[in-house]
């Protein structure tokens, strides 16, 4: 055991930070955020000549020097202030050699390079090294190191003056620092090292009360001296009744025993206050003992529970030694762990475990005042919805990298996003031909995107030039927010391009960016499609809301409006309507949304789309009646001519609807299609008519169709029941339930559209001033022309026109 102790003490080489990082999480924050962007590393401005850095071996061995001079006034001047009217020769020059150590050290702070509390980079300016001196302890330190005894005397000895001792007392950081230095350093016990610090403390406290006990006795006139606390002192037989004449070293021991036995309150009556200005003292000071007491007994306390901090991270550190070691890790990566083990400890930068007991909701508003402003200024997110940005705030999570530390190597997978605040990075990238490019990143830039947002390995190698502040984004929760507000991904992946114009790594893989945006496009267009195609009216909502456009097709060329009116989804077909898609859009297949509500069958869509003013328009339109013809789907037929179609389409063979239905002697088909207008005369592309086509076939009725009046004589009764149409009328609406339908009548169809009108209120007993015809599709019919054989049709009131009648 024994020698794995010695190997983890030799092994351990703790490193010096170049300032105490106690400053608090607010200062940091209060940093402006520098110029933002990728720039081309230039070489750095060198270090000036006669700034001393802080881990300088010479300036460490005069911090050890300073520190011994430091111990010594601390000491000193308390005795000085309570035992001396006047510095004897040999202890004045001492002094003077003191005073002149710490001038010496005043001008090498003039000199040090420190590190900025709130970026964390070494300052080497002198200006700015001058200016945080002069503002901060210059006054004290020079204040000191003046020779107050020389001035006590210059000026008669004035015992105001030596009141001004007491700002030596300032020199005492210098111990406290180094004791703080011990505590954390592994090498030396724990607990030797916190017994000795509390001793010391003790030790200071009543030195500097037996001082201030001497100078209350010595301060009164000479015949009052005797009415002090060592002036009236009897031990035995000895008198202190001429305590002048008694050697110091004996007066300060009596005076360390009266301020010792004062703050263990454990007095023995044999030295007490007598006068006035030596009660009041005690009293101060008995009241200063019992929290310097509770502090003592505390920190015993602590030492044995074992359970403060600075033992925490002795234990954490001890443990990494022994896992390295066992491991034999290089040094590289020792020197990394233990950095960032005591950066933790220095500054408490982790905020996990300080924040993981507090809600979630508070936990996001701290993230919203902390991160927000950096996100905010970050150019690959211009443009972004503010919803996305707080998305992307709440989950960040804060982390410091020292210098020299690789967070990022060139070809590997990336899996986090970061983003700079404070700090210099560089980004090394190798060429194929060997050229190495190195860039520079500075606060408000990010690196890792590139990879992310393009699934490819990592482009840079990214190295911390100075200590960094960064915010981390794991890529699954970047990908599910992108998901979410597709819209903002879009918008990152252009900012991408444009915001980098001039870097030529991003502009090799402009063709991978513009993919992947064109890529991201079409499954959004997918996306909102599939919400169409299943009837999904919310999400369809939701994604509009969230910015994608109904307007934009898929790869086939369908809209949204194509999948719902094929779906007969009569309500999320209105609202696509009003959201101003394109009712007329043609397919890649050439087909409308109309055409698709009237091949599934959905009338009502097919209706609205028409009142809308949709018109049916399809490629191979000739192709599509043939084939109704051919199938016998009368009821398609019926509807694709009242919605418009040309009856006289043609298919690749340049034949008709009519062609079809002669040829396979279908009389009904054929009598639809003449009275929606087709030509008894066209021919195909052998030269074939539909007369042709009906006498090969034999279909007398068909014939007779086509052959028209010329043959009436021949069949007078059946050419007038061909020629002759007929339809039934009913009084209600098409769409009406079926407890409000009522029988209707039929009737052969008049010359006009009001003699039907005026023939159907008669037969139905309707006397509603003002009436029309609707078609069983709910379409309304301003001409006979369009009324075919044995149609269904429906008479129904104007209740607008009647109001205003």
């Not at 991160?371 to 940005?389: H, M, N, R, T």
């Not at 190798?430 to 606060?443: A, K, Y």
């Not at 502040?469 to 900012?495: A, E, H, W």
Request: contains cysteine.
């Amino acid at each position: 055991m024994a020698a794995k102790e010695k190997e983890t003490e030799i092994e351990y080489q703790m490193e010096e930070m170049m300032e105490d990082m106690e400053e608090s999480r607010g200062s940091r924050l209060e940093h402006v955020a520098g110029e933002l962007g990728l720039r081309i590393l230039r070489r750095r401005p060198s270090r000036e000549k006669l700034v001393i850095c802080p881990d300088n071996r010479w300036y460490r061995a005069w911090t050890k020097f300073i520190l011994v001079w430091a111990v010594y006034s601390s000491f000193f001047t308390p005795l000085e202030f309570g035992f001396f009217r006047g510095l004897p020769e040999n202890l004045f020059l001492l002094d003077i050699a003191g005073q002149i150590a710490f001038l010496i050290d005043i001008v090498i702070k003039f000199l040090l390079a420190y590190r900025d509390p709130h970026t964390y980079r070494m300052i080497y300016n002198p200006t700015s090294i001058a200016v945080r001196y002069v503002k901060s302890g210059f006054v004290l330190d020079f204040l000191a190191c003046l020779p107050w005894d020389a001035i006590y005397k210059a000026c008669k000895r004035r015992e105001e003056v030596r009141y001004l001792l007491w700002i030596r007392l300032i020199r005492v950081r210098k111990v406290t620092d180094f004791f703080h230095k011990m505590e954390k350093d592994i090498r030396i016990n724990y607990l030797f090292t916190r017994i000795v610090k509390l001793i010391a403390v003790e030790l200071y406290c009543t030195h500097t009360a037996a001082c201030i006990f001497y100078y209350l006795a010595t301060t009164l006139p000479a015949s009052m001296e005797g009415y002090t606390w060592i002036g009236s002192l009897k031990l035995g037989d000895y008198s202190y009744t001429q305590f002048r004449d008694i050697d110091i070293s004996k007066r300060y021991l009596t005076s360390l025993y009266f301020a010792i036995v004062t703050m263990a309150t454990v007095g023995y009556g044999d030295i007490h206050a007598v006068n006035p200005r030596e009660m009041v003292f005690i009293m101060i000071y008995v009241s200063f003992d019992m929290i310097l007491g509770a502090y003592l007994i505390g920190n015993m306390t602590a030492l044995i529970v074992k359970g403060s901090k600075t033992e925490r991270f002795r234990d954490k550190m001890k443990d990494l030694i022994k896992y390295m070691n066992r491991n034999k890790l290089d040094k590289d990566i020792r020197d990394q762990i233990k950095g960032h083990v005591r950066l933790q400890y220095e500054s408490s930068y982790t905020e996990a475990s300080v924040l993981q007991d507090i809600p979630a909701s508070i936990r996001a508003k701290i993230s919203q005042s902390l991160y927000k402003p950096y996100i905010e200024d970050v150019p690959l997110f211009k443009g972004c919805s503010a919803e996305f940005i707080h998305q992307i705030v709440i989950r960040l999570q804060e982390e410091f990298f020292l210098p020299g530390e690789v967070i990022m190597e060139q070809g590997n997978a990336v899996d986090q996003l970061y983003f700079v605040c404070h700090g210099v990075l560089e980004a090394i990238g190798i060429g194929e031909d060997g050229s190495e490019t190195v860039v520079q990143l500075e606060p408000n830039s990010t690196f890792g995107e590139i990879a992310i947002l393009c699934n490819i390995p990592q482009p840079f190698t990214i190295q911390v030039c100075e200590l960094c502040r960064l915010l981390r984004l794991d890529k699954q929760l970047f990908t599910n927010i992108l998901q979410i507000y597709f819209v903002d991904g879009r918008t990152i992946l252009s900012n991408l391009l444009d915001g980098n114009e001039n870097n030529i790594k991003i502009k090799q893989l402009e063709s991978d960016i513009t993919f992947h945006i064109t890529k991201q496009e079409a499954e959004l267009a997918l996306r909102v499609n599939s919400a169409a195609f299943h009837g999904d009216l919310s999400n369809l909502k939701g994604l509009i809301r969230a910015g994608a456009d109904p307007k934009k097709t898929d790869y086939d060329g369908r809209s949204p409006l194509h999948l719902a009116a094929s779906r007969g989804y009569e309500e999320m077909t209105s609202f696509l309507i009003q959201e101003g898609v394109d009712i007329n859009l043609s397919d890649k297949f050439g087909n409308t949304p109309l055409f698709e509500a009237i091949k599934n069958g959905h009338d009502k869509v097919a209706s609205l789309l028409f009142r809308e003013g949709a018109r049916v328009s399809m490629a191979n339109a000739g192709s599509h009646l043939c084939m109704a013809v051919a199938r016998g789907d009368v009821d398609f037929l019926r509807k694709m001519l009242a919605y418009g179609i040309d009856p006289n389409s043609r298919d690749y063979d340049a034949r008709t609807p009519l062609h079809i239905a002669a040829a396979e002697g279908l009389h009904m088909m054929a009598k639809m299609l003449l009275e929606a207008g087709a030509s008894a005369d066209s021919m195909d592309r052998w030269g074939n008519t539909p007369l042709e086509e009906a006498r090969r076939c034999g279909s007398r009725s068909v014939i007779i169709l086509l052959e028209g009046p010329n043959h009436q004589n021949t069949a007078p009764e059946s050419a007038d029941h061909i020629h002759r149409r007929r339809c039934t009328v009913f009084p209600f609406h098409p769409w009406d339930p079926e407890e409000k339908r009522k029988e209707g009548v039929m009737l052969w169809v008049p010359n006009t559209i009001e003699d039907l009108i005026k023939s159907s209120m008669e037969k139905l007993q309707c006397f509603s001033m003002c009436s029309y015809i609707l078609s069983e599709d709910g379409a309304r019919i301003h001409d006979v022309e369009m009324i075919l054989h044995d149609q269904r049709l429906y008479l129904i009131p104007d209740e607008n026109k009647n109001k205003d009648v």
